[in-house]
Each structure stands twice: as C-alpha cells, then as structure tokens.
C-alpha cells in the first residue's frame, strides 16, 4: 500500500510494479484484454496512457484541492472528476492535432479510448485516497502509466505467441488469454514484500 | 421471415443472464467483477450496488432520450451515471462501511464501468423505458450472478467458507491463491471455458 509519508522512490515501485495497476489492482482490464493483440498498438496505447494520466490527474488534483475542498462539494468528486477528465481529453486531442501533427498521427486514434480508460479516473481517485501530495501524486501516476506499459507489451508479446500455440478447443480465445494473464499476475505477486512494500 | 422480431420485455430480461452475459460473453465491466470477488459477501456487495446504477441509469436515460441533444449525449449520460453512482456510494459508507471499506475505489469506478455506459448508449438511449428498466434487471442479474459465483468459488477453495460461514473443516488447508489478484483471472478463465464448452454443443 502507498501511504503520504514514503518516499518518491518508494511510490514509484510501489506504483509501477509491487501494485502493478493491470496485474494486481485489476484496473483498465478492458483494454487491456480488447487492444493487446499486437506489440506496436500496445506501445501506443500506453504511452498515450501515460501521457492522459499524468495531465489528468495533475488537472484533478488542482481541482480537488482548489475548488471541491474550499467549496465545500465532496459529494460531487465523482462527477468533476470524470467531466473534467473527459474534457480534458478532448482537448487534449484538439491541440496535439494542431500543434503536434507527427505525434498526433501517432497517438490519434487512441485519444479518445481512453476517456472511457478506468486506470486514468482510477489515478485520479487514488491520489486523493492516499493524500498525496503534488510532486508525490505525479511520481505516483508516472508509476502507474509505466506499470500499465509494461504489463500491457509483455502481455501482447506472449499473446502473439500463443496464437500459433495448439490450444484446448474449449480454451481457444479469451479463456486462454485470462489463464496468461493469472499467470503473470502471479509473477508480479513475486515483487510483494520488496523494500517491504 | 419477417426481418424485424418483435421482442418481448421478458426476452429483453433473460437475454443478459447468458446469451448476452456482460462479463463472460461481451467481455465488459471486468475491472470490478474480478477486483471485488474475493469472496461472496464482497461479490454480492458490488453486484448491489451494480444493480442500483444499471437500473436507475438506464431507467433515466431512456426518459430523458427525447430531449437529450445528439451531439452532449455522452456528457448528459455520463452526469446522469455519475449522480447514482455518488448515491450509492454515499449510501454504502453510511449504512455498509465495512463493505465499503474494503470496494475501495470500485464503487465510484462503476461510472466508467463499460457495461452501464454501453447499455445507456446502445440501448437505452433508443428504447422505451419498460424495455429499457428491463435490460437493466437483465444485464444486471448478469452481473451480479456471475461476480457471486467468482466470489463464492474464490471463497470456497481459498479460505473454506462461503459468505463468512465455516464450510469446509479444519483439515482443509485454504489454496491461498484462489483469494490473490491471480485467483480472479484463473477462476473466470475456467468460467468461460467452460460457457463456451456449453454454447458449442
């Protein structure tokens, strides 16, 4: 777990692979089984993750301590923060295709997904659970991004095998895809107690 | 052959149980199904408070449908989801803190959770709202079913009891596995496999 008074270092690992965000929170599973059939899109996809997350959680972060907090509106943290994240991505998009066409012919099409991507919003409500402060909530979603894109390329560099493999009739498909995954979580299970975190 | 059947409220009703299961067969709202199954009390917990925002959203969301402008629609649903979702969520720290406590952050992630904003989208934002109340009971019984069920075998071979109750006796060592995150992607792993050894016959 992430407590307020670790260091950055600390938060990072924690973040990136001990709580890894995909393996062992379970966060973002959608697109994380729906996108990771090749290698090159999964590199995209979660840079492009990374990218969303750390803009979106800083932009919530300010929110939730400059507005919600001083107004008094707790109650409405759930609804500012997926308005928020939600317009911010679209205009995100909006300017990296004015201003950075190569990367947005890049990025483009995987902008939009992730407006519906848990793992940003989830970012977004952890670093508030935990009471990070600013420097430590992007230290945290830096982590959280990175764990996202190194499970995301391993996965579709193992799935890309196992298409060739003869697999068990019943088994074929998602089946075999989530019995990977179990086992790759179970190796990431293996970092838990490192640095006693 | 007529091209367009006519479909009952019933029908709208049982398709989610299984031909249109939301976690096993479309594949969506994994997130919580397989984060909140460690075992049944948590299980049944989340399909709750699942079944309290897929019903009502989608309730809201199809009255709202002829005066929803086509180009806001995404924002106007995801107000409308995210306005049940802090009900509940307030509502579980006030009467379940205990289960509460340990949903974390799941509950309020239901609002980006695909089923209720796919439904809403698909679904109920071009059918009527007796169609569209029961696509909710449906998709949810769907849900909630399949994520007790996950709970409930996680509980049962990881730590011998089901819903708390001591099952299996003390000469039962528990396969702490079936309760740690790879747990979750084994035990529906197996759950699909075998829906789809059924749907093949």
Redesign the interface.
Known sequence: MISSDMNLFLIFLSAMIVNNILLIRFIALCSFFGISNNIQTSVGMGIAVIFVMVMASSISWIVYHFILIPFDLLYLRTAAFILTIATFVQLEEMVIRKMFPALYRAMGIYLPLIVVNCAVLAAAFLIIDYNLSFIKSLVYTIGVGGGYLVAIVMFAAIRERIALAPIPKSFKGYPITFITASLMSLAFLGFKGLFGL | MEMKKKVSPWQELTKGLFRENPILII?????GA??CSTDATNGAGMGIAFTFVMICSNVVVSLIRKITPNQIR??VF??VI??F??II??AMKAYAPSLSQSL??FV??I????IV?GRAEAFASKNGVLASLMDGIGMSIGFGVVITLMGAIREFFGAGTLFGAQVLGAWYPPVL?FV???????V???L???Q??IM?R
């Open positions: 594949m969506l709202g994994l997130c397989l984060a995404i924002p995801i107000t995210s306005t979702v802090t969520d307030y974390g952050v309020p992630l609002v980006v959770n695909c904003m596995i740690l995150p790879p747990g979750a992607f084994l529906i792993g197996f699909m496999a075998i789809q050894r093949k």
